[in-house]
């Protein structure tokens, strides 16, 4: 259960240790639009039952071939009020 003053930071930072990836390679969605770490979760209006996706995002080096899609990782964070 996540509160609904929890910060998307927060957020974040639990599923990067979680998963062990640096949180500066995911990017978080909701609803097709991409979050933000200081909004909250009452700040996006989700409610129970409410998805975040999360994908990785496609680092590219200079010289080092061509750039890859972004790769979804399998798993959601579910809001539901206290």
Same mark, same amino acid.
Not at 12 to 39: C, E, I
Not at 43 to 66: C, E, F, S
């Given at each position: 259960?996540? %509160? %609904? ?13 979680? %998963? =062990?990836?640096? !949180?500066?390679?995911?990017? #978080? #969605?909701?609803?097709?639009?991409? $979050? ?12 129970? =039952?409410? $998805?975040?996706?999360? !994908?990785? !995002? ?6 080092? =071939? ?6 979804? #990782?399998?798993?959601?964070?579910? !809001?539901?009020?206290?």
């Amino acid at each position: 259960m996540v %509160k %609904k003053t929890t910060t998307i930071d927060q957020l974040f930072n639990a599923y990067s240790q979680l %998963k =062990g990836v640096d !949180a500066s390679l995911l990017r #978080f #969605f909701s609803m097709g639009y991409p $979050l933000r770490g200081d909004q909250t979760i009452g700040g996006i209006n989700m409610h129970d =039952g409410g $998805l975040i996706y999360v !994908a990785q !995002a496609t680092v590219v080096t200079p010289g080092h =071939g061509p750039a890859l899609p972004p790769r979804p #990782f399998r798993g959601s964070f579910a !809001a539901r009020p206290l």
